[in-house]
């Protein structure tokens, strides 16, 4: 019998959704991990999954308002044990990060059911990273796998809401947001107040203490509206007009990748030490935090070239971006005095060159070049005029782009 579990509310399956549903089907138990950025789908993921479920199944999330201290894991594992009996049941926890002491009591009831033979799978998911990986390593090691659930892509989007090239552009991936896109205002209200919102106030001020919260919320604005550009952290102060620090500003830039929500971008050097020292060019996860904090209009994709190449290299960077995070490779930019390649994907040994033309200006090529003869790329990708289709590109899965 299912509990509290309803219809998924969406047909659209994502790829991840079959990747969840074998694993629960091995043989050997481990605790599932499914985590990603708010607003992406991982609680309806989870729900198509185990709908299909043949077991008895409890979804309990630690966001709900009842929810009651230190013994909060343990009263839904005892309600998942009861209800399975001696079947195999499934217990899902959302948003298991807010419970405390979440990962002891996990450890140790996990550990008894093994013991003793308890058939009860588990699927834990959160939407703040570094507490959930905090949680695992230090206290679950050997035992969970992780699946991650990036933003939406253009495939997927076009596939389950129909967007076209430019709708996905200007709109993003957040499925949630996209019934909303024929009313741009209602649209940018949704994402900045339920997706913007609670991931700085909520989940960005879980993961450490911010000394200056309105000082991480303006890097965050900024580092949405300069998406694509380079901006030196002593720059950045003068532009913040704080009287800061560079350390706490690369500490907060650290908190907003985190929340896969921004990124700054280091500079390929071939070696990690001057990696580390450069300045960091802003990346979006998801053009639509741009849009919805811009004041633009879909129709200024046409009217105005500079914001339309804006946002084609940030949508090509966000696609790189995503990829990263769930652990494809890394994600770096090369600059040398004038010259620039805008994306370079290291995969292991392997790395690729990626340079974006969107009509915004003329490029003669030489960052490429420049580029190629002193590190020999494995792959040279142009995106745009003269080179690879953006829409290609976008639905490319990166594995093969840089294959």
């Not at 890394?330 to 690729?352: C, I, K, N, P, S």
């Not at 490029?363 to 580029?371: E, I, N």
């Not at 003269?386 to 594995?399: D, H, I, N, R, W």
């Amino acid at each position: 019998m299912l509990s509290n579990i309803p219809a998924p509310p969406h047909p659209y399956q994502r790829p991840q959704a079959r990747v969840l549903a074998n694993r629960l089907r091995e043989p050997r138990r481990f605790l599932q991990v499914v985590a990603g950025p708010r607003q992406v789908g991982k609680t309806t993921l989870v729900r198509q999954v185990v709908s299909g479920w043949n077991g008895p199944v409890v979804f309990a999330s630690a966001d709900e308002p009842a929810l009651q201290g230190r013994g909060w894991v343990q009263q839904q594992w005892d309600r998942a044990r009861v209800e399975s009996g001696r079947a195999e049941g499934l217990l899902v926890l959302d948003e298991v990060q807010k419970a405390p002491d979440w990962s002891e009591s996990v450890k140790r009831l996990w550990d008894e059911d093994t013991r003793h033979g308890t058939p009860l799978r588990v699927v834990l998911l959160g939407s703040a990273p570094l507490l959930i990986q905090k949680g695992l390593t230090e206290s679950l090691a050997g035992r969970f796998e992780i699946l991650f659930l990036p933003h939406w892509s253009f495939t997927e989007m076009r596939d389950a809401f129909g967007f076209s090239l430019e709708e996905f552009l200007f709109f993003g991936g957040y499925p949630g947001a996209a019934p909303l896109h024929a009313d741009v205002t209602r649209w940018s209200r949704y994402v900045r107040d339920a997706i913007i919102e609670p991931t700085l106030g909520r989940d960005v001020l879980l993961l450490t203490r911010v000394d200056k919260p309105a000082l991480l919320r303006r890097l965050f604005e900024l580092g949405c509206l300069y998406s694509g550009r380079i901006l030196s952290f002593t720059k950045q102060l003068g532009q913040l007009q704080d009287a800061g620090n560079t350390t706490t500003l690369a500490h907060y830039l650290d908190l907003l990748d985190a929340a896969w929500m921004l990124t700054g971008l280091q500079k390929y050097a071939g070696d990690q030490a001057r990696i580390r020292r450069s300045s960091p060019k802003f990346q979006i996860y998801n053009t639509a935090l741009f849009t919805a904090q811009a004041g633009l209009t879909p129709d200024e994709l046409h009217t105005d070239p500079d914001f339309r190449g804006r946002l084609v290299e940030s949508a090509v960077g966000a696609h790189l971006a995503n990829a990263a995070a769930a652990g494809l490779g890394r994600l770096h930019y090369w600059r040398q005095g004038d010259l620039e390649v805008d994306f370079v994907f290291r995969r292991g040994a392997r790395v690729t060159a990626v340079e974006v033309k969107s009509g915004r200006a003329t490029d003669s090529g030489r960052g490429m070049d420049a580029f190629a003869s002193a590190y020999n790329p494995h792959r040279r990708l142009v995106v745009g005029t003269g080179g690879m289709a953006l829409e290609t590109f976008l639905s490319t899965p990166v594995e093969d782009l840089v294959a």
